[in-house]
């Protein structure tokens, strides 16, 4: 983190775990993450959105990416069956079966307010999940989501945001390796 500049955090978020931040990133008011986060250049987390799971869970968005407030990213959560105790304070010896696997944001892909995303869910590149809506499982790229349970609804086309990524990319300003090729 050292290295990356124009990061903005505010003083009322809270990170559990020290986050990986590219450059070029805004955290807002109210923003809690308890998971291993690594957080791409070119990243807005808008006020109240809660990344939760505890330490052995992850957070990863690649670059260009926005989630709205208020959203609620699940990456680690007790499985609520017959295994066990549940809750954050119950000793791990007598703890039930717990789900925990990352969610991967790809580049350019976006949560919208209210939405809550699931243990190993994966956007890929330029996914919408639209406002209020509830995703698990690996999404289609460039597709907008929507519901609950969210469902493909439509396509977008890419052509436009690449372009203007490669205008981005090629600032004087702006020397953050978001290589396209990667």
Not at 81 to 100: H, V
Not at 102 to 111: A, D, G, H, L, Q
């Amino acid at each position: 983190m050292s290295n990356s500049k124009d990061i903005f955090i505010h003083k009322d978020a809270e990170f559990k775990i020290q986050p990986t931040l590219g450059n070029h990133i805004a955290i807002d008011k109210g923003v809690y993450c308890t998971v291993n986060a690594n957080i791409g250049s070119y990243t807005h987390i808008s006020p109240y959105v809660t990344i939760i799971g505890g330490p052995k869970s992850s957070f990863s968005c690649e670059g260009i990416n926005n989630i709205m407030a208020g959203a609620r990213l699940i990456c680690g959560s007790d499985r609520f069956d017959d295994s066990g105790l549940f809750g954050a304070l119950i000793p791990e010896e007598l703890k039930g079966r717990q789900i925990i696997k990352p969610i991967i944001m790809k580049r350019f892909s976006n949560i919208g307010t209210n939405s809550i995303i699931l243990p190993g869910s994966i956007l890929e590149e330029g996914v919408l999940i639209a406002a209020g809506s509830l995703f698990y499982g690996t999404s289609k790229p460039w597709t907008v989501y929507k519901g609950n349970p969210a469902i493909a609804i439509k396509t977008i086309d890419s052509a436009k945001a690449r372009e203007n990524f490669k205008i981005l990319e090629n600032k004087d300003f702006n020397k953050t390796n978001l290589n396209m090729d990667q």
